[in-house]
């Protein structure tokens, strides 16, 4: 049933368990979807699967579902980090709900020469990640990590993980044939830069590193969001979960 609610929670499932959800997420199913005893839900939390629920107690304050039986189990995801630099407005809201639905494991706002946005609202980002998530029935939600200074990320940069670097100049191999040369899996991430695009010496040091893989998104210039949801989407294409087709939705 499409309209099943589905919410995401902290606990542990397991069959037979009883969980009083959030006081929002109560709010949610009680004055916004107007559910009462009886009717079921599906939860996750990022560990055992997808359950189904039954709610069993609505009071004013509380609602407690019951859980009935584990519906999915859970299952390894793409491990790809989206790293940009903050924008303005409500777009960087967008970037974190479409990073969501993209499937990314991560999402880690990085500090750059010239990023204009001094404060990011991680707390919104995760809500707008996690609000994604549930509605995209996957079984997990990305890890929204505070901003950090681009060079630190650079300095401490994983051996084993790959760096697709969205660089809008000069010279880059196109994605597509970057991507066809690797091997699908692994660890990545997507790494975008602001709206002044990464400062020469910036660029420098990112293509210095031997995990980059510098990649031109084709001839005209996105905006930030649209090249981090245009990465991101080729990357499972080509070497992530959309290879493995859908996920048999009703
Ligand atoms: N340097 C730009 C704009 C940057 S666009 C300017 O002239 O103002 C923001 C970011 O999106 C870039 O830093 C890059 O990471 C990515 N991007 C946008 N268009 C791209 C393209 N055609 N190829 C590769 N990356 C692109």
Redesign the pocket.
């Known amino acids: 049933m499409a309209t099943e609610p589905r919410l995401h929670v902290d606990t542990d499932l397991k069959a037979g368990g009883e969980i009083a959800l959030e006081k929002d997420q109560a709010h949610y199913l009680r004055n916004v979807m107007r559910l009462g005893h009886g009717a079921t839900l599906k939860l996750f939390n990022g560990r055992d699967g997808e359950w189904r629920a039954a709610i069993d107690h609505v009071s004013k304050s509380r609602v407690d579902v019951a859980l009935l039986d584990q519906v999915r189990a859970q299952a390894e995801e793409p491990d790809l980090w989206l790293l940009f630099?903050p924008i303005k407005g409500k777009r960087v809201d967008t970037i974190a709900e479409k990073a969501g639905e993209l499937g990314a494991s991560e999402i880690r706002p990085v500090l750059t020469e010239r990023t204009v946005v001094g404060r990011v609202n991680t707390e919104r980002l995760a809500a707008n990640a996690r609000e994604a998530a549930e509605q995209c029935e996957r079984l997990t939600l990305p890890t929204v990590h505070e901003p950090q200074k681009l060079e630190t990320v650079i300095a401490a940069w994983p051996e084993d993980r790959q760096l697709l670097?969205?660089?809008?100049?000069a010279n880059?191999a196109p994605?597509a044939e970057a991507l066809a040369q690797c091997c699908p899996g692994g660890r990545w991430a997507v790494?975008?830069?602001?709206?002044?695009?990464?400062s020469p010496s910036e660029q420098q040091m990112i293509r210095a590193l031997p995990q980059s893989v510098p990649?031109?998104?084709?001839?005209?210039?996105?905006?930030?969001d649209?090249?981090?949801f245009a990465?991101l989407a080729l990357w499972q294409a080509h070497l992530g979960d959309w290879r493995n087709g859908d996920g048999g939705f009703e």
């Open positions: 630099a670097f969205a660089d809008e100049r880059a994605i790494l975008i830069g602001p709206e002044g695009g990464f990649v031109s998104l084709g001839p005209r210039l996105l905006r930030a649209t090249a981090a990465a």
